[in-house]
């Protein structure tokens, strides 16, 4: 049972460029979430799922699109990455939104230059 | 709107003592979930402990235990017999809708 697993663990890209990132999980939960994570600053949501095929905004959408065609995926993507996007991004999973708690995957670190 | 507030950016701590991380929040809702989570250098953002608002009763995990005050909206955690591998960063939240962070507490242990 690897939980939650997150791809890559860290990426460089040049300023317009486009990336991927992927989020697995193996525990059959529902609901899925992306986060960034800057300095001084706790995790802030960006977007999320709460089933295959659904996604919807978070706190801080703008610049992110995110799929979820699969149950056990959760892809958020950049399509023209800026240096305000340089962050850790956290990928998480709950069985639903209110009762269960939320797990965690490793973590992306991504430098936009 | 939720929030949740960590006072204290950084702690330090002698190992084997006790350590009290404070947190406080703001909601209007009565029904909600405090969470605390440890992330140490590796990044990965762990579950310490749980506490459901509906109970009156302090969670306790092992050497990590809250002082949960309702009507105070405080959530503090308290680790006691401190470890080195309990140096990390731990980060409050509160959960209805979803889930809010704080923005940390550094946490040293010194041995």
């Known amino acids: 049972n690897a939980g939650v697993t997150q791809t890559p663990k860290f990426r460089v890209l040049k300023t317009g460029q486009s990336m991927t990132l992927l989020c697995a999980q193996d525990?059959?939960?529902?609901?899925m979430y992306w986060y960034r994570q800057d300095p001084g600053m706790g995790l802030r949501l960006i977007h999320y799922s709460v089933g295959e095929g659904t996604t919807a905004k978070g706190e801080v959408p703008d610049g992110y699109n995110v799929s979820r065609l699969k149950k056990q995926n959760f892809l958020l993507g950049l399509e023209s990455a800026a240096p305000s996007q340089t962050s850790v991004y956290f990928c998480?999973?709950?069985?639903?939104?209110?009762?269960?708690?939320?797990?965690f995957g490793p973590g992306t670190r991504l430098l936009v230059l | 709107a939720q929030t949740v507030t960590q006072s204290q950016p950084e702690m330090s701590v002698q190992e084997a003592e006790t350590v009290t991380l404070s947190c406080t929040y703001d909601t209007s809702e009565s029904d909600y979930y405090l969470f605390w989570y440890k992330q140490p250098p590796s990044r990965q953002m762990i579950l310490v402990i749980r506490q459901e608002a509906y109970k009156q009763q302090n969670a306790t995990e092992n050497r990590f235990s809250v002082n949960f005050q309702k009507a105070a909206k405080s959530f503090s955690l308290k680790i006691s017999d401190s470890q080195l591998g309990d140096a990390a960063m731990y980060f409050c939240?509160?959960?209805?809708?979803?889930?809010?962070f704080g923005k940390g507490t550094k946490l040293t242990v010194n041995p």
């Open positions: 939240a509160y959960r209805s809708k979803k889930l809010v």
């Open positions: 998480a999973s709950s069985a639903n939104r209110m009762r269960k708690t939320q797990y």
């Open positions: 525990m059959n939960h529902e609901y």
